[in-house]
T-cell receptor
Framework: DGGITQSPKYLFRKEGQNVTLSCEQN?????MYWYRQDPGQGLRLIYYSQIVNDFQKGDIAEGYSVSREKKESFPLTVTSAQKNPTAFYLCASNGGTNTEAFFGQGTRLTVV | KQEVTQIPAALSVPEGENLVLNCSFT??????LQWFRQDPGKGLTSLLL?????REQTSGRLNASLDKSSGRSTLYIAASQPGDSATYLC????????????FGKGTKLTVNP
């Protein structure tokens, strides 16, 4: 089945710790995105990548980092510099500006 | 900067009612508009994609229209069912920019049996 897989579904982070969220797609899409969702805030763009080995900051990139070494993978690292990381993180991909975007099932990150 | 607004923020209707969800955007230069559904604690499921050259798209009981000149889209749901209860989001990709999806905050729909 084609789609986007995010893992893990739930993640717990201790203060001062870096954690990495995985996003893999087998749709052969060029573009991939990371969003953060908080109650009442809607979806906010963290980073996006339109091609392998290239990515751009979104609206709330501070405290996050990404890599795009392979077309099918776009991992997101939440660093210790992100002061309020507790949120629901969503990964998406599409094949270009006039194509449908698809989302993964999300990762819920909680600081303990 | 492209901004997307969805009204109302929440809507509660009895089962069987036809309903309309609204989405407006500030910059009419878009590639496309996409409607999504989100169930609690889940990812987004794509419902309909309307390209900028199209006026509407239909899928089953869903019909989405697009009026680029006025910066508006509507999602029409016919004969609503309790299983339609979810949050509905619209998103646009703006032309000439970074080609990223810009989302509204969504409309939370509750269909009561």
């Amino acid at each position: 089945d084609g789609g986007i897989t995010q893992s893990p579904k739930y993640l717990f982070r201790k203060e001062g710790q870096n954690v990495t969220l995985s996003c893999e797609q087998n749709l052969n899409h060029d573009a991939m995105y990371w969003y953060r969702q908080d109650p009442g805030q809607g979806l906010r763009l963290i980073y996006y990548s339109q091609i392998v080995n290239d990515f751009q900051k979104g609206d709330i990139a501070e405290g996050y980092s990404v890599s795009r070494e392979k077309k099918e993978s776009f991992p997101l690292t939440v660093t210790s510099a992100q002061k309020n990381p507790t949120a629901f993180y969503l990964c998406a991909s599409n094949g270009g500006t006039n194509t449908e975007a698809f989302f993964g099932q999300g990762t819920r990150l909680t600081v303990v | 900067k492209q901004e997307v607004t969805q009204i109302p923020a929440a809507l509660s209707v009895p089962e069987g009612e036809n309903l309309v969800l609204n989405c407006s955007f500030t910059d009419s230069a878009i590639y496309n508009l996409q409607w999504f559904r989100q169930d609690p604690g889940k990812g987004l499921t794509s419902l309909l994609l309307i390209q900028s050259s199209q006026r509407e798209q239909t899928s089953g009981r869903l019909n989405a229209s697009l009026d680029k000149s006025s910066g508006r889209s509507t999602l029409y749901i016919a004969a609503s069912q309790p299983g339609d209860s979810a949050t509905y989001l619209c998103a646009v990709i703006r032309q000439g920019g970074s080609e990223k999806l810009v989302f509204g905050k969504g409309t939370k729909l509750t269909v009561n049996p």
